[in-house]
């Protein structure tokens, strides 16, 4: 009697855990997919169904730099055929700066912060991001192998121009991708300076957050079922996509930009990173009123002055 009893306890238990093990299977999945999976049957450039929470298709509007242009390809470490818009400003010259967009964007959402450096005699790149806009990909790893990318789109830059100075701008998953791309080894000395707009410390971290303060989730144990699933699906996990990691090896000039009013990514996530920063210089402007990605519209003038001043020292004497 007591081995039927154990028996059917332990029987019991494996049917739970089995339960257990495929409800987050399912949830994991779903997650992967709601967030970091683009596409759609009607349309395969579709961004993951979590961005039309943060931008309305009506509101995906954008112009583009009445410059002269040429479309860029570019072909990744692993397969993916990446595409870009180079602008000129009409005239030669070696200051370059690559844009790169935000979570869910394309390179269209570059293009206004592009108008201001050709304003300014910049060559500007403004690449669609993998999994994004024209390029190929299936999944975002929110700056992970973004950042790779970046420091090829450089490389590639530098072999175009030798003499090139460039700058990598990033805004929202740009910002995280291009902060993670200022710190690889392998970045080419042409690069002088980064400017991130509202970048986040992690992208575990960032998730987990707006788990619970966009969806009213728990982030546990919901976060570890999509790092889980995440990993399983992609072969990365949301801890490599930080960073707060990168900075602590940083070593080119860094210009950290925020909203205090950016729900997010909390505004202590740009402290963070600008506090473990061991960038050779360094500068933090919280723009006051500035909801998330939205501090150079929200202060136009002060945004493109200070990013102005601050790498000045380093096109110095530069075409």
Known sequence: MKKILVSC???????????????GYFVGNYFVHFGLERGTAENPQEPPKAYALLMPPEARQFTKPDYPSEEW????????MLKATRFSPGQDG???????????????????????????GYQVLTPDLRASGASEGRYLTMGY???RDLVDWAKKIARTDPD???ILHGVSMGAASVM???AAPELPQNVVACVEDCGYTDAYDLLAYQLESSFGLPSFPAMNLLDWRCKAKTDFSLHEASPLV???HAKIPTLFIHGDKDTLVPPEMARQLYDASTAPQKQL???SGAVHAAASQQDQKKYFATIRDFVAPYMEGIK
Request: aromatic share 10%.
């Open 164 to 166: 090139a100075k460039i």
């Open 9 to 23: 306890l332990l029987t019991a238990v494996i049917v739970v855990a089995a339960m257990v093990v495929g409800a």
């Open 73 to 80: 390809e570019l072909t990744s470490f692993d397969g993916l």
């Open 94 to 120: 070696h200051r370059w700066v690559i844009v790169a967009h935000g979570y869910g964007c394309t390179q269209q959402n570059s293009w206004y912060i592009a108008a201001n450096y050709l304003a300014r």
């Open 145 to 147: 192998r973004e950042s």
């Open 285 to 287: 402007l919280m723009v």
């Open 246 to 248: 990168a900075e602590q």
């Open 180 to 182: 993670m791309a200022s």
